[in-house]
């Protein structure tokens, strides 16, 4: 069973930064497309970036150039680092795997695998 850990959430004042992880079990990020997802409340869940096996990488408008999404395979560990934080990013953020894609997933449906989520909070 794969099992994934976000960690590292936490609050932080806007402009600021944080690193948030995704640690996996087993291999799987070696064959793993994957991705950072986030849900604010009342809001739906949406994409905030997302890398392929070969290390292909896609950001949602709302983040591009502001985050970055990197894996360090022989770590099992998916990042995100976050900076020039804004209130706006205030959401749970999960990782997910997908073990069937390897290029860029984008959609929610083809990610096999969620993590429990760690929470972001940006004050102004």
């Known amino acids: 069973q794969v099992q994934l850990v976000e960690s590292g959430g936490g609050l932080v004042q806007a402009g600021g930064s944080l690193r948030i992880s995704c640690a996996g079990s087993?291999?799987?990020?070696?064959?793993?497309?994957m991705g950072w997802y986030r849900q604010a409340p009342g809001k739906e869940r949406e994409l905030v970036a997302a890398?392929?096996?070969?290390?292909?990488?896609y950001y949602a408008d709302s983040v591009k150039g502001r985050f970055t999404i990197s894996r360090d395979k022989a770590k099992n560990t998916l990042y995100l680092q976050m900076n020039s934080l804004k209130p706006e990013d205030t959401a749970m953020y999960y990782c997910?795997?997908?073990?069937?894609?390897?290029?860029?997933?984008?959609?929610?449906?083809?990610?096999?695998?969620w993590g429990q989520g760690t929470q972001v909070t940006v004050s102004s």
């Open positions: 087993g291999s799987i990020f070696s064959i793993s497309a």
């Open positions: 997910a795997a997908s073990l069937t894609r390897r290029t860029i997933v984008k959609d929610a449906m083809e990610y096999n695998y």
């Open positions: 890398i392929s096996v070969g290390g292909s990488t």
